[in-house]
């Protein structure tokens, strides 16, 4: 009788109970902090591409190379940069003028993407994406 009376040890008990619950919340808070970090990071990169294209730089391909690089050689990023011309709401060759004297609209849409592989979570796609305006 005096055994089950006796408290000692209580406290070891619960914590050997409560401790996997404690660990799994730290490693799934560890993983989104993670996966949050690697999309500011693809944030950042699109950004970058915006502003060498605010910087005059209008090549597709040369904006999608710094985009890459900026990247710092992260695995599996892919990344897309496509120039769109309109007149007004109209979708026109970027070769064509809106008018006599009216170039048409350039867009550039910057964007990014990445795998990401968590402890916990399962592998989804990060994704950035930037429109930029040019003229």
């Known amino acids: 009788m005096r055994f089950f009376r006796d408290d000692r040890g209580v406290a070891a008990v619960e914590m050997a109970l409560v401790a996997p619950f ?4 730290l490693l799934l808070m560890l993983d989104v902090g993670i996966a949050v970090k690697e999309r500011m990071d693809l944030d950042h990169s699109t950004r970058s591409g915006a502003q060498a294209a605010m910087a005059n730089v209008n090549e597709a391909q040369q904006i999608a190379d710094l985009v890459t690089a900026s990247t710092n050689g992260a695995p599996g990023v892919t990344v897309s940069v496509v120039k769109t011309c309109s007149c007004g ?13 009216v170039p048409p609209s350039v867009f550039l849409d910057i964007s ?3 795998p990401h592989a968590g402890f916990l979570l399962p592998v989804f796609t990060l994704e950035s994406e930037t429109h930029v305006q040019i003229r």
Request: hydrophobic share 45%; with cysteine; charged share 10%.
């Open 112 to 114: 990014a993407s990445k």
């Open 89 to 101: 709401s109209v979708a026109v060759q970027c070769t064509s003028w809106c008018s006599a004297k």
């Open 22 to 25: 404690l660990i799994l919340g």
